[in-house]
């Protein structure tokens, strides 16, 4: 009720168009809701509350206490610099990606991938709120969009790295909306309320995500490309897993064993999320293979409506976009003619290539040297450390 008081209209219609292949679809059963940070994280916390935590807000960890065998709580320091301790039979690093409890247990990051694109967004006022999801791809450009909370319009783009100064020169980023038919439509006479915010540096990676005492859940144990929009379902998706796995492992004195295999869990879970989310988010221009694929989804509303449910975790992202539906896609573009053979052949080599590494490394992950940190922060420093080209 309180999301939905916030103006963000339920969005159940989805107007996708993939280089000219329409993909849209209207299920009122999958609704999104797409409300700013500022708006929904108080009304998180004012639940949490609510259900029982205290909150203590400007106050971060800044050291963990330990007895010989695990990790048994916090050192906070407060707004005023005063240091103190919580005691605690689980401590659980919430903390995000450059998360401080998982630099103190000395987690490790596996199967980090670097970004490919960037991204920019503004909000408008002035769009009459309505309960669309838009996106469309052009050239290398997504074009993401729809009504948010209180009124505003969100447009964004996300765009090849290479892009990425253009896109911030003065306007950059107005002028590249306009590029967009729909967006150019949707935004005539609308005012952006500030300048855009941009995002260019960071990493997909997975880090060891329990030990004796603690765990780390949501970005502190995993982030991945933000092109399909899934890390605060997904962060909610996994606290929520956690929370049953520490009630019933403290319950049955099996802490250790339920944390173990949450994180398990975790990882067979976020995988194919991960992965499909990399090769969403990379960069140029979308193969022919792939739009020939959206291209037979979309002639059937059975499959398309699968296709969508990608996004809402009913469907596994492999099953829709799975190598048998690339090949039989390379196949018709072959008998079809038109698009060059030997750009086919290829492009089928290279998904089907990383169709073996995704299984591979999910079942052999690499691991990076040391607790990595966000590209954010150590740009150099990460980059030499063997992260994927
Ligand atoms: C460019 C970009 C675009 C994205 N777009 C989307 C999108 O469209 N949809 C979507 O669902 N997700 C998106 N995401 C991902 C999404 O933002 C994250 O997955 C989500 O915020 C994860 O939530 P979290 O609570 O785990 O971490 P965070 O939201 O990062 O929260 C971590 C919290 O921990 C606090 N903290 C940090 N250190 C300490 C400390 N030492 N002590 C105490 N507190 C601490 C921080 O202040 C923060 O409040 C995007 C991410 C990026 C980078």
Known sequence: ERLLATGAPPLTEFQLLVDGVDLAQYHPDLAMLNIRRRV???????????????VALRTRVVGLLHDERRVTG?????????????????VIGADGRNSTIGRLVGARRYNVTANERAGAVGYYEGVEPHGVFHLYILGS????????DNGLFMASAYYNKA?????????????????????ASLLKG???TGPP?????????????????????????????????????????????????????IDTHSLGDQLARWWRWRDHDAAEMYWWAREYGRAG????????????LAANPRTLRAAHAVAFHETRPFRIFSPVRASA??????????????????????????????RWRTHRPIYEEGPGRDAQEEPEQVLQRGVES
């Open 40 to 54: 929904l994280d108080p009304i998180l916390l004012d639940n949490a509350a609510a259900a029982g935590a205290d």
């Open 285 to 296: 221009l979308q193969s022919p293979v792939i739009v020939e694929m959206f291209r037979r």
């Open 74 to 90: 916090v050192r906070i320091e407060d707004p005023e610099g005063r240091h103190s301790e919580i005691r605690a039979r689980v």
């Open 141 to 148: 450009t997504y074009f993401i969009g729809s009504s948010c």
């Open 163 to 183: 892009d990425h100064r253009r896109f911030r020169e003065p306007n950059g980023f107005e002028e590249r909306l306009a590029t967009c038919p729909p967006f």
């Open 197 to 249: 915010v941009f995002a260019s540096r960071w990493q997909g990676f997975f880090r060891e995500a329990a030990g004796p005492g603690w765990a780390l859940v949501g970005d502190a144990g995993h982030f991945k490309d933000p092109a399909p929009g899934q890390g605060i379902a997904d962060a909610v998706r996994q606290a929520e897993r956690l929370a049953e796995s520490v009630c019933y492992g």
């Open 190 to 192: 609308a005012t952006m």
């Open 329 to 358: 896609a390379a196949a018709r573009l072959l008998a079809r003619g038109g698009t060059p053979r030997g750009k086919v052949v290829a492009d089928l080599v290279t998904l089907s290539t990383r169709d073996f590494q995704r």
